[in-house]
């Protein structure tokens, strides 16, 4: 008698390496007229831009030098997405992806092909929360020092920076 074993092959994962801080946001990016839905998710000062049709890692967004520390919260709008790091930092980039790249430099895509708008820092401490307004002109942040800050992003400066807390941002 023939023994038939059922065979399992793994062809292929989606995976995200995400620290606990952050969790993972969904956004849709224009590449080349079309929109592609990636997984956004962080790992220390690294973020990670997954293809969630090809399951592959198509960008990333890093701290070089590791002068922000780790990303700690992640804000996306319509068109910006906005990093919060360990040192207060504030970071707002353009979801906008260039129509000028070809395929061998899309593989080799960075951090470069998104364009830093603004940076912000007026925490004195960790950044623990973000969130756009409506019209996607202002940013308000949260953070462990108990401040509350209100960035204009048309004119990029920080409007208001509310004090009083008496317990870290959530």
């Known amino acids: 008698m023939v023994k038939a074993y059922?065979?399992?092959?793994?062809?292929?994962?989606?995976?995200?390496?995400?620290?606990?801080?952050?969790?993972i946001k969904l956004v849709k990016i224009k590449v080349r007229g079309e929109k592609t839905q990636y997984m956004v998710s962080a790992c220390n000062e690294v973020v990670n831009f997954t293809n969630l049709h090809t399951g592959q890692v198509d960008y990333q967004i890093y701290d070089k030098e590791a002068m922000h520390g780790q990303v700690t919260c992640?804000?996306?709008?319509?068109?910006?997405?906005?990093?919060?790091?360990?040192?207060?930092?504030?970071?707002?980039?353009?979801?906008?992806?260039?129509?000028?790249?070809?395929?061998?430099e899309q593989k080799k895509a960075t951090q470069s092909n998104f364009e830093l708008l603004h940076q912000f820092s007026f925490h004195k401490s960790t950044v623990t929360s973000m969130i756009f307004s409506e019209e996607n002109t202002q940013?308000?942040?949260?953070?462990?020092?108990?401040?509350?800050?209100?960035?204009?992003?048309?004119t990029s400066t920080a409007e208001y920076k509310l004090m009083g807390h008496s317990e870290p941002i959530t």
């Open 74 to 104: 992640i804000a996306v709008s319509s068109y910006q997405i906005a990093f919060g790091y360990t040192s207060g930092t504030v970071l707002v980039y353009s979801l906008e992806e260039p129509d000028s790249l070809d395929a061998t």
């Open 6 to 23: 059922l065979r399992y092959i793994q062809e292929s994962v989606l995976s995200g390496l995400f620290g606990n801080l952050t969790g």
């Open 139 to 154: 940013l308000i942040s949260g953070g462990s020092d108990t401040y509350i800050v209100l960035y204009d992003l048309v």
